[in-house]
């Protein structure tokens, strides 16, 4: 059976990991699969975040950048932090700690222009539950390019804003998976149906790394 499982009538089949290696090949074949496996996940909330953009399912779309980022981020962190442990705090779904743990592994200041795009993709765990939202109000811009991104005014006191630019979120991506040693084709190999691959390609800057 290929890395990727095996569909049958819709139906993915993915045995354990165990079933399918000796104990011998360790810890490092371990953190492999869970590298491979956070990326495969990850490509999955990305997908789905870009077609819920495209057809305007806001502030889900947010939600699932979120998920996309946290998950490519574990991916890259796999083998220094133990996966146990990215469960916890200060990691779990914090993004700006993953962010920060990332960039001192890195060591690479170049990665600071990412900083914004990862503080707005943080505003969005905040109103994963709708309590914030009824408490507050909201105000949510699928933006795909930094133009499509501005301020809102009004005499009245405005809701919180939350707000991403898509085509830095396509990036960022891509930035941590050339880090990260990750083939982004790899995961999209799969991809029959049209609607995925649209969703990849349409305003995408990066899109030729993953078709």
């Known amino acids: 059976m290929r890395e990727g499982?095996?569909?049958?009538?819709?139906?993915?089949?993915?045995p354990p990991r165990h079933r399918r290696s000796a104990r011998a090949e360790g810890?490092?074949?371990?953190?492999?699969?869970?590298?491979?496996?956070?990326?495969?996940?990850?490509?999955?909330?990305?997908?789905?975040?870009?077609?819920?953009?495209k057809t305007g399912l806001a502030p889900i779309h947010g939600n699932l950048f979120h998920h996309a980022v946290e998950l490519y981020l574990k991916?890259?962190?796999?083998?220094?932090?133990?996966?146990?442990?990215?469960?916890?705090?200060?990691y779990s779904h914090d993004l700006r700690a993953l962010w920060g743990a990332f960039k001192t592994t890195e060591g690479d200041p170049a990665l600071n222009r990412?900083?914004?795009?990862?503080?707005?993709?943080?505003?969005?765990?905040?109103?994963?539950?709708?309590?914030?939202?009824?408490?507050?109000?909201?105000?949510?811009?699928?933006?795909?390019?930094?133009?499509?991104?501005?301020?809102?005014?009004?005499?009245?006191?405005?809701?919180?804003?939350?707000?991403?630019?898509?085509?830095?979120v396509d990036r960022l991506i891509i930035e941590v998976l050339r880090r990260a040693s990750v083939n982004p084709k790899f995961f999209t190999m799969r991809f029959s149906h049209p609607v995925a691959r649209e969703a990849l390609a349409y305003e995408n800057p990066e899109a030729a790394s993953w078709l």
């Open 5 to 14: 499982g095996k569909y049958r009538h819709g139906t993915r089949v993915l």
């Open 27 to 53: 810890q490092v074949n371990r953190d492999e699969t869970f590298k491979w496996q956070f990326s495969d996940l990850a490509t999955q909330y990305y997908v789905a975040a870009r077609i819920a953009a």
């Open 75 to 90: 991916a890259a962190l796999v083998g220094t932090i133990p996966v146990e442990r990215m469960k916890q705090r200060p």
């Open 114 to 168: 990412f900083d914004r795009t990862i503080e707005a993709l943080h505003e969005f765990e905040s109103i994963r539950y709708p309590d914030r939202i009824v408490d507050h109000g909201m105000i949510v811009t699928i933006g795909w390019k930094p133009g499509d991104v501005g301020p809102i005014t009004g005499t009245m006191k405005m809701p919180p804003s939350y707000e991403i630019v898509i085509e830095e």
